[in-house]
């Protein structure tokens, strides 16, 4: 269901479907970043198109619920190759981001919604794992973010979970889950021409710190280097903590002592380079004044020391 071009233009696609299923219209354009729609489909013939060999029950029966038919929007996004960019807004005539650029993408396998911004002659690609209960809105994450782009580094920003396992608490603190997603990713990394051959680092807050290091663990050749915020490192495993071979940086707030107990913790279970970096007078959401800004300030030093620079000491 791609649109085909036709010299400039691109030939709109229209999807009608009954019942329940009208909803995935609406969801596809969501995922795809469709504006206009022009080709029918019966959803009898949409469905064949994916292999329903997956679907439970046939295909009357396989999208009658609301969770079903987001599973068959995500599957047309993905069979279709709808997963890649979607939207490029070209911020070059802004003069305060010149050359920057941003991407809105879909992640397969489950059609996860990110946002790529990648400022002029970018040097590596850091991938942000959100905590438990936020997503790729998350303020805080955003404002990290700006500072590492200003750094001359791109940033992702993606959801790890679906809106519906975003509900389901288990899934929430499913670490192994949140680093296949964060797995997934950093692969998609690679499709994309503005970060393909850049260097990599993972941005992890809260429970999303873990998954970045599960994924650094079992992604040793691609990840160069950690960056914790208020992380749960613990929640990793001390398996995992052991094969990290990334450079690591652990911030914590120092008045966030549960927190900071638990980062020593991780810190003396890792074997590679790790570094811990307490912040005075800041609790775990590091909402107290300048502190956000002194987490940025050393996300962005390591960063560039580990994935640019390549100093000696922290490789």
Not at 43 to 71: H, P
Not at 111 to 127: C, D, F, Y
Not at 231 to 243: F, I, M, S, T, Y
Request: proline share 4%; glycine share 8%; net charge neutral.
């Amino acid at each position: 269901m791609r649109a085909r071009s036709i010299g400039d233009r691109a030939t709109p696609l229209k999807v009608i479907c009954s019942g329940k299923a009208m909803l995935v219209p609406s969801l596809v354009c969501q995922h795809a970043g469709a504006q206009r729609v022009a080709r029918i489909i019966p959803i009898r013939e949409a469905a064949a198109l994916i292999d329903v060999n997956q679907c439970r029950g046939n295909t009357g029966e396989a999208y009658a619920g609301l969770s079903e038919v987001k599973a068959f929007a995500r599957a047309i996004v993905h069979r279709f190759a709808l997963h890649r960019t979607v939207r490029e807004e070209d911020m070059s005539a802004s003069p305060s981001h010149p050359g920057h650029r941003a991407i809105r993408i879909i992640i397969p396998p489950m059609g996860l919604a990110g946002m790529l911004e990648v400022p002029a002659q970018a040097e590596a690609t850091v991938v942000f794992a959100h905590g438990s209960g936020s997503s790729r809105h998350s303020t805080r994450n955003r404002q990290v973010a700006e500072a590492l782009r200003q750094a001359g580094l791109a940033t992702l920003l993606f959801d790890l979970l679906t809106e519906d396992e975003a509900a389901d608490r288990r899934k929430i603190f499913d670490i192994g889950l949140l680093a296949q997603r964060l797995g997934a990713a950093v692969d998609d990394l690679a499709d994309h021409a503005e970060t393909r051959g850049l260097p990599i680092g993972l941005f992890g807050a809260s429970t999303g710190a873990a998954a970045a290091l599960v994924t650094a663990a079992t992604h040793q050749a691609a990840i160069g280097a950690v960056v914790s915020r208020g992380g749960r490192p613990d929640l990793a495993g001390e398996e995992a903590l052991r094969k990290v071979t990334a450079p690591t940086l652990l911030i914590v707030g120092g008045d966030d002592r549960q927190v900071l107990s638990l980062n020593e913790w991780a810190r003396t279970r890792m074997t590679c380079h790790v570094e811990l970096a307490i912040v005075p007078g800041a609790t775990h959401l590091f909402e107290e004044a300048h502190a956000l800004e002194q987490v940025a300030r050393l996300a962005a030093d390591w960063f560039r020391g580990c994935l640019v620079e390549d100093i000696g000491h922290v490789r």
